[in-house]
């Protein structure tokens, strides 16, 4: 059974930081594309950073770029945000997401989806 599982949720105030882990089973991780996705409330679905299975590349949107970091260690089947200097609209539920291959920045290119771990930022 496929399955990815987001962890390093919480609540936390502007500034700081937080690192959001997503350990895969049943698949072959070496072999797949991940990405990190978060949807605010009353919000679609949106790109934040994504990773090419060896990890040589890495793409971010430009609301994160410079404070976010998505790293993957493929021993341990497991895909890293660590996000810095927070701000309140970085406010959303995470998602962790894969796919085969082929490196991808849209929600609907990714076809195994995480449950998403909750990213609370006050001000």
């Known amino acids: 059974q496929v399955q990815l599982v987001e962890s390093g949720g919480g609540s936390v105030q502007a500034g700081d930081s937080l690192r959001l882990s997503c350990a895969a089973s049943?698949?072959?991780?070496?072999?797949?594309?991940m990405g990190w996705f978060r949807q605010a409330p009353g919000k679609e679905r949106e790109f934040a950073a994504a990773?090419?299975?060896?990890?040589?590349?890495?793409s971010y949107a430009d609301s994160v770029k410079g404070r976010f970091t998505i790293s993957r260690d493929n021993a341990k089947n497991t895909v890293y945000l660590q996000m810095n200097s927070l701000k309140p609209e970085d406010t959303a539920v995470y998602y962790c997401?894969?796919?085969?291959?082929?490196?991808?920045?849209?929600?609907?290119?990714?076809?195994?989806w995480g449950q998403g771990t909750q990213v609370t930022v006050s001000s």
């Open positions: 049943g698949l072959t991780f070496s072999r797949y594309v």
């Open positions: 990773i090419t299975w060896s990890g040589t590349t890495t």
């Open positions: 997401a894969g796919r085969r291959l082929l490196f991808a920045t849209t929600p609907e290119e990714y076809g195994i």
